[in-house]
C-alpha cells in the first residue's frame, strides 16, 4: 500500500487522509520502536542493586542482558507462524503484549521471574524485529522507506538511552522494582496506538486498509489474493536460496557482531589503553550510543542524494575509524568512539533499508527478515565471547581490533553486493512514487 498515494473519488480528501495515515503509521512505527531495545539494558544501570537484593551473582546478572540477545538468534523464525496466522498487525500487537508481560513479570519477583521475564521480553522483541521490516515494506512507498527507517532504528537508540538514563534515579526514588516496571508504560502506549491505527486506517481509507493487508503490486494495483489474503505465489525461489540473502545475512552479521562486541568491551578497552577510571571509561562508552541517533536520521537524508552503496561505504569509513584509530592513535579515542557510534546507527539503518527493498511480499519480505535477523543476531551472540577470548589469549587489545576490522570488512564487501541489487529493484517503484507525488 502507498499510503500517500490517491485513488478513487474525492481526491483531494482521499490524498488528506493517505497523509494522516502515513503519519500516524510513523508514530506508530516510533512507539513500537521505543520498546524493542529499552527493557534490554534496563537492568544495566542497577545491576549492583539487583545482584544485592536478589542474591544474583555476577554471571547470573549477566544474563539479564546477554539472554535477550540469544533470544533474538532463536526466536526470530517463530515471527513466521504469527505472520501467516494473522499477519502482521496481530503479530505487532502479540509483541507488545509479550514485552508488557515480561516487564511486569521481570519486576514482580526473585531471580528466577526475573530471568524468565527477560526470556519473554527477548522472544517478543525477536518476533518484532523481524515484523517491523515487513510493515515498512507494506504501508510505506519506496521513496519514503529511508524516511522510515532511519526513524525506526533512530527511535530505538533513543528508547535506549532514554531507560539508561532514568532507570538507576527511579530505582534510588522508589526502588528497584517499579524502576524495572514503569517502562512496561510505554508498551501500554505503543500497543493501544497500534491497534487504535488499524481501525483508523481502514475507516480513513476504506477498502484500502484491507487491500494493504493482502499487498500491492507494481503501480500500486492490488496483487492477486488467495484465500488466506496473502498475495497469489510468484515464480521466484525460496528465500535461502536467494544468493543475495546470505549476503546480507553476511552484512547482517558483520555489523551486529562489531555493535555487541565493541558495546561489551569497549570501557574495559578505554581502561587499559587509557588509564581512564571506571567512571571516565563508561562516560568514555556513551559516545559510541548517543552518535547513533544522529547516524540513523542521516541516512535518509543522503539517501535523497546517494546511492545505496556510497551510504554503505561511508558507513564502512566510519565504522573502521574506530577500531584503526584506537589501534593507531589510541590519545584520538574520542573522535574515533564517535565515528564508530555514528556508524553503528546508520550501518543497521543502511541494512535495513536494503532489506525492505529485497523483501518481495509479504510472506517473502518476513522469511528474509526472519533469516537475516536470525543468522545475524545469532553470529553476533559470539562477538563479545570471541573478543574476550583473543583478549585472554593476546594478552592485548590488537587482536581483537583486528577482528572487528574483519567483521567490518565483511559488512562491507557482503553489504556492497546485496546494496548494489537492492538499488536494481527499486528504480521503477521510486519512479512511480515520485510521478504520484508531483501531482
Same mark, same amino acid.
Given at each position: 500500500m502507498h499510503l500517500d498515494s490517491p485513488a478513487g473519488t474525492g481526491r483531494n480528501g482521499r490524498r488528506r487522509s493517505a497523509r494522516m495515515v502515513f503519519w500516524g503509521a510513523l508514530a506508530g512505527i516510533v512507539l513500537i520502536a521505543l520498546n524493542f531495545r529499552g527493557p534490554i539494558v534496563a537492568p544495566s544501570p542497577i545491576l549492583d542493586v539487583l545482584q544485592s537484593e536478589l542474591g544474583m551473582s555476577v554471571q547470573t546478572s549477566g544474563l539479564l542482558t546477554a539472554l535477550p540477545i540469544a533470544c533474538f538468534g532463536v526466536i526470530s523464525f517463530l515471527a513466521l507462524p504469527l505472520l501467516r496466522r494473522g499477519g502482521p498487525d496481530q503479530a505487532i500487537a502479540f509483541c507488545l503484549a509479550g514485552i508488557l508481560a515480561g516487564t511486569l513479570l521481570r519486576s514482580a519477583g526473585g531471580t528466577g521471574l526475573a530471568l524468565a521475564g527477560t526470556v519473554v521480553i527477548g522472544a517478543s522483541i525477536a518476533v518484532g524485529n523481524v515484523l517491523v521490516p515487513v510493515i515498512i515494506r507494506r /504501508?510505506?512507498?519506496?521513496?519514503?522507506?529511508?524516511?522510515?527507517?532511519?526513524?525506526?532504528?533512530?527511535?530505538?537508540?533513543?528508547? =535506549?538511552?532514554?531507560?539508561?538514563?532514568?532507570?538507576?534515579?527511579?530505582?534510588?526514588?522508589?526502588?528497584?522494582?517499579?524502576?524495572?516496571?514503569?517502562? $512496561?508504560?510505554?508498551?501500554?502506549?505503543?500497543? &493501544?496506538?497500534?491497534?487504535? &491505527?488499524?481501525? *483508523? #486506517?481502514?475507516? %480513513? %481509507?476504506?477498502?484500502?486498509?484491507?487491500?494493504?493487508? #493482502?499487498?500491492?503490486?507494481?503501480?500500486?494495483?492490488?496483487?492477486?489474493? /488467495?484465500?488466506?489474503?496473502?498475495?497469489?505465489?510468484?515464480?521466484?525461489?525460496?528465500?535461502?536460496?536467494?544468493?543475495?540473502? +546470505?549476503?546480507?545475512?553476511?552484512?547482517? =552479521?558483520?555489523?551486529?557482531? =562489531?555493535?555487541?562486541?565493541?558495546?561489551? +568491551?569497549?570501557?574495559? %578497552? &578505554? =581502561?587499559?589503553?587509557?588509564?581512564l577510571d571506571a567512571a571516565g571509561a563508561g562516560a568514555g562508552a556513551s559516545l559510541f550510543q548517543g552518535p547513533a541517533i544522529a547516524g540513523a536520521l542521516a541516512v535518509p537524508l543522503l539517501a535523497r542524494r546517494l546511492r545505496t552503496r556510497t551510504l554503505l561505504w561511508l558507513t564502512v569509513a566510519a565504522w573502521a575509524a574506530l577500531p584503526a584509530g584506537l589501534l593507531l592513535a589510541p590519545a584520538g579515542w574520542v573522535v574515533w568512539v564517535t565515528f564508530g557510534g555514528m556508524a553503528q546507527g546508520a550501518g543497521i539503518t543502511v541494512i535495513f533499508l536494503i532489506l525492505v527493498r529485497l523483501g518481495g511480499s509479504g510472506r517473502q519480505a518476513g522469511q528474509l527478515s526472519a533469516m537475516v535477523q536470525g543468522g545475524g543476531y545469532l553470529v553476533?551472540?559470539?562477538?563479545?565471547?570471541?573478543?574476550?577470548?583473543?583478549? /585472554?589469549?593476546?594478552?592485548? *587489545?590488537?587482536?581483537?581490533? &583486528?577482528?572487528? $576490522?574483519?567483521?567490518?570488512?565483511?559488512?562491507l564487501v557482503a553489504g556492497t553486493v546485496a546494496a548494489a541489487a537492492s538499488e536494481r529493484s527499486v528504480p521503477a517503484q521510486d519512479a512511480g512514487d515520485q510521478e504520484r507525488a508531483s501531482q
Open positions: /504501508d510505506f512507498p519506496p521513496a519514503r522507506v529511508p524516511l522510515v527507517t532511519g526513524t525506526y532504528t533512530a527511535a530505538m537508540n533513543i528508547g =535506549s538511552m532514554t531507560t539508561l538514563i532514568l532507570t538507576a534515579p527511579l530505582a534510588a526514588a522508589f526502588g528497584w522494582r517499579l524502576a524495572m516496571a514503569v517502562w $512496561c508504560t510505554l508498551a501500554i502506549a505503543a500497543a &493501544l496506538a497500534w491497534l487504535g &491505527l488499524v481501525g *483508523w #486506517r481502514d475507516f %480513513l %481509507l476504506g477498502g484500502a486498509g484491507e487491500k494493504a493487508a #493482502r499487498g500491492t503490486g507494481d503501480g500500486g494495483t492490488p496483487a492477486p489474493a /488467495d484465500a488466506a489474503g496473502e498475495p497469489a505465489p510468484q515464480a521466484q525461489p525460496a528465500v535461502w536460496r536467494r544468493p543475495v540473502a +546470505w549476503l546480507l545475512l553476511i552484512a547482517f =552479521s558483520g555489523q551486529a557482531f =562489531s555493535f555487541y562486541a565493541v558495546s561489551t +568491551w569497549l570501557p574495559t %578497552l &578505554l =581502561s587499559d589503553l587509557l588509564g553476533a551472540a559470539a562477538g563479545p565471547v570471541a573478543l574476550g577470548t583473543l583478549h /585472554d589469549v593476546s594478552g592485548s *587489545w590488537t587482536l581483537p581490533l &583486528l577482528a572487528v $576490522c574483519v567483521s567490518i570488512a565483511a559488512l
